[in-house]
């Protein structure tokens, strides 16, 4: 089993849509957990941290149920700059363990 | 400021030869990683260095991946006797240590050497 596990999709959705990603990770002594955005052929960058009492920036929220071990993310109102692989990371003794990634394809 | 810088930005080989990978960190930071990103994969730990030594290198491979950060800085992957199944983006990053949560920050990561073993 992976220790970090993603729906690969692809999830396509109209402009304005909200959708939400899902990941479930397998140590539950993990601490620190985290959403990536990667576009095509790019390195992944930081979206936001995500905490047990949830958070949100802007368009998108966060979730963290470490009891059933899993992340998820929110966007509200998708734009077509959303458009990109979301990938669902867990930090474990300073190292980032990835998912495979969810790719989303925002359409007009 | 400069960010993570990584060369060449390809790279390609064939099979039984020896290939380095050099990474620029974002100056001050302390930590440097390697990760390694197959098609349609997330990335994957290879290893990483606090300062000089490797900190854990428990993702590398096998023992013809090698790398080495002589000076704290700059920091080289090396590739012995490459095999096709090596064909990956290999991606750097470099972090600042937090001292208010002792943890190692954000990390940032370079745009990736592409690597092609022929």
């Known amino acids: 089993r992976k220790e970090v596990e993603q729906d690969p999709g692809p999830f396509n959705v109209p402009e304005g849509a909200t959708v939400a990603f899902n990941c479930t990770y397998s140590n539950s002594a993990s601490q620190s957990f985290f959403w990536y955005r990667q576009d095509c052929r790019k390195e992944p960058k930081l979206l936001m941290s995500?905490?047990?009492s949830g958070n949100e920036d802007g368009r998108f929220t966060a979730q963290l149920n470490r009891a059933s071990q899993y992340i998820s993310l929110l966007i509200r109102d998708s734009k077509l700059s959303d458009s990109a692989t979301y990938l669902c990371v867990v930090k474990d003794s300073g190292k980032l363990i990835f998912g495979q990634g969810t790719e989303l394809s925002v359409k007009p | 400021g400069a960010g993570v810088s990584q060369t060449p930005s390809n790279k390609v080989t064939e099979k039984g030869k020896y290939v380095e990978l050099r990474c620029d960190p974002i100056?001050?930071?302390?930590?440097l990683y390697w990760y390694r990103q197959s098609l349609g994969q997330g990335p994957e730990f290879l290893i990483y260095?606090?300062?000089?030594?490797?900190?854990?290198d428990s993702g590398l491979p096998n023992d013809r991946f090698f790398a080495v950060r002589p000076e704290g800085s700059v920091s080289t992957l090396k590739i012995q006797r490459t095999e096709r199944g090596d064909s990956a983006v290999y991606l750097c990053a470099s972090s600042l240590k937090d001292r208010v949560q002792n943890d190692l920050g954000e990390q940032f990561f370079g745009p990736g050497t592409r690597l092609t073993v022929l």
């Open positions: 260095f606090q300062g000089t030594g490797a900190a854990d």
């Open positions: 995500v905490y047990s």
């Open positions: 100056s001050g930071h302390t930590a």
